[in-house]
């Protein structure tokens, strides 16, 4: 067993609907990621990127194949946890498009809320959080609305939100969609930094080709197979 693997994708596939209206979006997927890498999933709209995020992060059913997260086999042609909510809550953090940060919690409270959840204690909790909010230079938003925000700042409380956690596995669908330019760069060499430091591996979709250089591999989906490589341009 490689215990450097984070996640290994054994002939995923996904097809929606039945007989005429079945419409096959994946088929056929094999790939492993490691720990700490930083990977985009780069596809047209509609190639199926949402899916495959959905799938890893075991909240879609796949049709058929096998997900190994860590040294758990979560899905074989079936789910094998008996939690699924509870891995999701513990391994797993996602960051979506639009952040949907809860709007009558101040930032603090979305940040703990999982944490708490899982019955996390406050003294562990809170200096976990504090680390996080520093490393994001937000510690002085804690107490702050959602609305009382930037979109670039919401866009930080979400990625201090999908860490607060512990998670082993980061999953980005279109983070920086809502920025401008120069705060997506920031956004994304943030989770870089994230996967360098806290060993959490990260998948971003992104339609974005000035992020891909962060990126240590490049996942794309084309006639429904996927294919992964390393970015040889991976120069930041
Ligand atoms: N619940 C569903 N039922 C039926 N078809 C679905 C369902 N969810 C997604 N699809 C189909 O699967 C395909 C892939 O959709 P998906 O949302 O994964 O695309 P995407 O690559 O994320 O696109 P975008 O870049 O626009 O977000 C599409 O053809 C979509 O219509
Ligand atoms: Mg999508």
New binding site residues.
């Given amino acids: 067993m490689n215990n450097n693997i984070a996640m290994k994708i054994e002939n995923l596939e996904k097809t929606?609907?039945k007989d005429e209206s079945k419409?096959s979006?994946i088929k056929d997927a094999n790939f492993s990621l490691n720990k700490g890498e930083f990977v985009a999933l780069v596809?047209p709209?509609?190639?199926?990127?949402?899916?495959?995020l959905m799938m890893l992060g075991c909240v879609l059913e796949p049709t058929n194949g096998k997900i190994t997260i860590g040294d758990e086999v979560v899905y074989n042609n079936k789910w094998l946890i008996k939690d699924d909510r509870e891995l999701r809550r513990k391994k797993i953090g996602f960051i979506f498009q639009a952040h949907y940060l809860i709007p009558f919690l101040n930032v603090e409270e979305n940040i703990t809320l999982l944490p708490y959840q899982n019955q996390e204690k406050p003294e562990i909790v809170k200096p976990r959080v504090k680390e996080i909010m520093d490393y994001l230079d937000m510690s002085d938003k804690m107490k702050n609305m959602p609305s009382e925000l930037s979109g670039g700042q919401n866009q930080r409380i979400a990625i201090a939100r999908a860490l607060a956690n512990n998670p082993d596995i980061i999953l980005a669908d279109e983070p920086t969609a809502a920025l401008d330019k120069e705060r997506a760069i920031s956004v994304v060499e943030m989770l870089k930094k994230i996967t360098r430091e806290h060993n959490v591996t990260i998948i971003m979709?992104t339609h974005d080709d000035r992020l891909l250089p962060y990126c240590d591999k490049i996942l794309t989906i084309k006639d429904k197979k996927i294919d992964i490589k390393e970015n040889k341009n991976d120069t930041i």
């Fill in positions: 929606f609907g419409v979006v596809a709209s509609g190639a199926g990127k949402t899916t495959l979709v």
